[in-house]
């Protein structure tokens, strides 16, 4: 994985603590650390880290539904990538909402091991103990 991919997915971490983190979200801190690349590199780059991030078992794909995550097989979100995504790249509403991300156990024991990680941790959690709602799954 390249130092840029990394810094992506580590951010990916770090807001998965906060709230699953949705595709626009993961191509824009992909921008971030390529800001020359062109679409098709940033698509790639963007699909690497996720089906890393799986693979490493760090996260799950899926969607919010009601305020539950509903996970699906990584093979499924490839394809909605490539229907969305990938074929109406330029019509981004075409693909904002198509894929979640949401944190796993593994993700969060990854995220919460810096320092940066349990500093956030500890302000969600008192955000959450402080909130007069009950906290959701995304």
């Given amino acids: 994985m390249t130092k840029a991919a990394e810094k992506v997915s580590r ?3 770090l807001d998965g603590l906060v709230d699953c983190v949705d595709l626009p979200r993961i191509h824009w801190l992909v921008e971030q650390e390529l800001p020359n690349a062109d ?3 940033l698509q790639a780059v ?12 760090l996260v799950e794909t899926g969607y919010p539904d ?4 509903v996970s699906e097989p990584l ?3 490839l394809e909605e990538l490539q229907r969305s995504y990938i074929a109406q790249y330029h019509e981004p509403i075409a693909w904002f909402g198509r ?5 796993t156990d593994k993700g969060v024991a990854a995220a919460t091991a810096t320092p940066e990680g349990r ?3 500890e302000h969600e959690k008192k955000r959450s103990e402080s909130s007069p709602r009950t906290p ?3």
């Fill in 75 to 77: 093979e499924d979100s």
């Fill in 66 to 69: 009601n305020g539950e995550f």
């Fill in 39 to 41: 679409a098709t590199e």
């Fill in 99 to 103: 894929l979640w991300l949401n944190l």
């Fill in 11 to 13: 951010e990916i971490l």
């Fill in 46 to 57: 963007t699909i690497s880290v996720i089906r890393t991030l799986v693979e490493d078992g």
């Fill in 119 to 121: 500093r956030v941790a």
């Fill in 136 to 138: 959701d799954n995304c």
